[in-house]
């Protein structure tokens, strides 16, 4: 009986440090501000990238937003941070971007989507 036991420590302590070196890959964000909104409008955050989505939240321009770096087409926001500001700008220009947020500002983020035409690099 001692040795299933063993065995069974042995194999929860295994399986917890393998669990917890696998979480090595840390997630970076990418700092973007909402830019370009028209006068008195806001940036909507959106569910899914599509205009017709559920609203998240509104941001007013000069705001600053976590994007997890991921954009439609398969741009990555961090692949692109050394270039030139206004190439990234193009880049995305035409793409929705994922932003890392709290809509409800109560300590729950979650992913959400902003249209790439009104975002800059921070």
Same mark, same amino acid.
Request: with cysteine; glycine share 8%.
């Given at each position: 009986?001692?040795?299933? +036991?063993?065995?069974?420590?042995?194999?929860?302590?295994?399986?917890?440090?393998?669990?917890?070196?696998? !979480?090595?890959?840390?997630?970076? #964000?990418?700092?973007? !501000?909402?830019?370009?909104?028209? #006068?008195?409008?806001?940036?909507?955050?959106?569910? @899914?990238?599509?205009?017709?989505? !559920?609203? *998240?939240?509104?941001?007013?321009?000069?705001?600053?937003? !976590?994007?997890?770096?991921?954009?439609?087409?398969?741009?990555?926001?961090?692949?692109?941070?050394?270039?030139?500001?206004?190439? *990234?700008?193009?880049?995305?220009? @035409?793409?929705?971007?994922? +932003?890392?947020?709290?809509?409800? *500002?109560?300590?729950?983020?979650?992913?959400?989507?902003? @249209?790439?035409?009104?975002?800059?690099?921070y």
């Open positions: 009986m001692k040795s299933y +036991v063993r065995a069974a420590v042995a194999f929860a302590v295994a399986s917890t440090v393998l669990a917890l070196s696998s !979480q090595s890959h840390a997630t970076a #964000f990418a700092a973007w !501000q909402v830019a370009g909104v028209p #006068f008195g409008d806001t940036l909507n955050a959106r569910k @899914y990238p599509s205009n017709t989505s !559920q609203k *998240q939240a509104a941001y007013p321009n000069g705001t600053v937003l !976590q994007m997890t770096g991921r954009c439609t087409g398969g741009i990555d926001l961090l692949d692109v941070a050394g270039q030139p500001h206004w190439k *990234q700008r193009q880049a995305i220009r @035409y793409r929705w971007c994922e +932003v890392w947020h709290d809509p409800a *500002q109560n300590g729950h983020f979650v992913t959400g989507w902003v @249209y790439g035409k009104y975002i800059a690099p």
